[in-house]
């Protein structure tokens, strides 16, 4: 049995991953740090095919030999929490070494690396660079390297909507981050596992970027009274201004309880759309779906 090797496997997208992929038959194994429930991540596939194990740093002996017999790797772990080091050690660093090690690796067939739209072109945020450099240095150690780079992904359990939905029904307010202008192409988690199945079911070769970016392009502000309209509740959208929120969010993610990161506030400071210069789902025959439609489907059932 063909085995794949799913860093961050136990989040929304890994776990979808993780559903799509045990179906074709490979043996999955979830390596992980933070506490996960093994349990539910077993039930994804048959009994036997999916492994979760716990470990401490890639220095881990059983890890190295997983990674030095397995067919694919796959990295998702791109966090947006500082709170355990910065950006450039939790990922660049993390990469770095785990590329080294897949490197000796003769028989690896493809890594797969998760990024997102416009690291190459975001100056601003520690995480972007971070995530970016990643990026050369998989091109450069591995032949068979895959960078996905979706948009916003949603799906019913995603953040971005599971944050979002409570405000809009408990609320007759709603912050709105700037004056709600820019755009994004938010993109159907179905797509962006299915793309990832293709690359890997086509032995993909090369050096390959793939923007996954739904079919619409969208401003916050459109979204937001979109959201309201499929609610069927009336909602009055509050502009705050960016420097504002830099500074209330600053503060709030030094507490457990923050909604929100100031890398995560970067990404509505500016457009997150495709540049429509590298690959996209045309070129893995994928018509991806509209975004617009899911939303609605998820907020009605």
Same mark, same amino acid.
């Given at each position: 049995m063909k085995s794949i090797v799913i860093f961050g496997g136990a989040g929304f997208v890994g776990k979808h991953l993780i559903r799509r992929l045990a179906k074709n038959g490979y043996k999955i194994i979830i390596p992980y740090?933070?506490?996960?429930?093994?349990?539910?991540?077993?039930?994804?596939?048959?009994?036997?095919?999916?492994?979760?194990?716990?470990?401490?740093?890639?220095?881990?002996?059983?890890?190295?030999?997983?990674?030095?017999n397995t067919d694919i790797c796959i990295?998702?772990?791109?966090?947006?929490?500082q709170k355990n080091g910065n950006f450039n050690d939790t990922i660049f660093k993390f990469n770095q070494k785990l590329l080294k090690i897949l490197k000796e690796n003769k028989e690896l067939r493809q890594f797969i690396f998760f990024s997102g739209l416009g690291v190459d072109i975001d100056k601003k945020s520690s995480r972007s660079i971070a995530i970016?450099? +990643?990026? /050369?240095?998989?091109?450069?150690? %591995?032949?068979?390297? &895959?960078?996905?780079?979706?948009?916003? !992904?949603?799906?019913?359990e995603?953040?971005?909507?599971?944050?979002?939905?409570?405000?809009?029904?408990?609320s007759f307010f709603v912050p709105l981050f700037?004056?709600? +202008?820019? /755009?994004?192409?938010?993109?159907? %988690?179905?797509?962006? &596992?299915?793309?990832?199945?293709?690359? !890997?079911?086509?032995?993909?070769?090369?050096?390959?970027?793939y923007e996954l970016a739904g079919p619409r392009v969208i401003s916050y502000k459109y979204f937001y009274n979109y959201i309201s309209k499929c609610l069927g509740k009336t909602r009055v959208l509050v502009p705050f201004p960016f420097r504002l929120m830099k500074f209330l969010v600053s503060i709030a993610e030094k507490t457990p309880f923050?909604?929100?990161?100031?890398?995560?506030?970067?990404?509505?400071?500016?457009d997150n759309i495709s540049q429509n210069t590298f690959k996209n789902?045309?070129?893995?025959?994928?018509?991806?779906?509209?975004t617009l439609q899911i939303t609605k489907n998820i907020i009605e059932n």
């Amino acid at each position: 049995m063909k085995s794949i090797v799913i860093f961050g496997g136990a989040g929304f997208v890994g776990k979808h991953l993780i559903r799509r992929l045990a179906k074709n038959g490979y043996k999955i194994i979830i390596p992980y740090q933070k506490s996960i429930q093994e349990a539910k991540i077993r039930l994804l596939g048959i009994t036997g095919q999916i492994i979760p194990f716990r470990f401490s740093t890639l220095d881990d002996k059983r890890l190295k030999t997983v990674l030095l017999n397995t067919d694919i790797c796959i990295n998702l772990k791109t966090t947006y929490d500082q709170k355990n080091g910065n950006f450039n050690d939790t990922i660049f660093k993390f990469n770095q070494k785990l590329l080294k090690i897949l490197k000796e690796n003769k028989e690896l067939r493809q890594f797969i690396f998760f990024s997102g739209l416009g690291v190459d072109i975001d100056k601003k945020s520690s995480r972007s660079i971070a995530i970016y450099k +990643s990026e /050369k240095e998989a091109f450069k150690i %591995i032949e068979n390297t &895959s960078i996905i780079r979706p948009g916003i !992904i949603i799906g019913g359990e995603d953040l971005f909507l599971k944050r979002l939905l409570p405000i809009f029904r408990m609320s007759f307010f709603v912050p709105l981050f700037g004056d709600g +202008s820019k /755009k994004f192409q938010p993109v159907f %988690i179905d797509d962006v &596992s299915l793309a990832v199945q293709t690359v !890997i079911n086509k032995n993909i070769k090369g050096k390959n970027i793939y923007e996954l970016a739904g079919p619409r392009v969208i401003s916050y502000k459109y979204f937001y009274n979109y959201i309201s309209k499929c609610l069927g509740k009336t909602r009055v959208l509050v502009p705050f201004p960016f420097r504002l929120m830099k500074f209330l969010v600053s503060i709030a993610e030094k507490t457990p309880f923050s909604p929100l990161t100031s890398e995560q506030l970067l990404l509505f400071e500016e457009d997150n759309i495709s540049q429509n210069t590298f690959k996209n789902f045309e070129n893995l025959n994928i018509n991806p779906q509209d975004t617009l439609q899911i939303t609605k489907n998820i907020i009605e059932n």
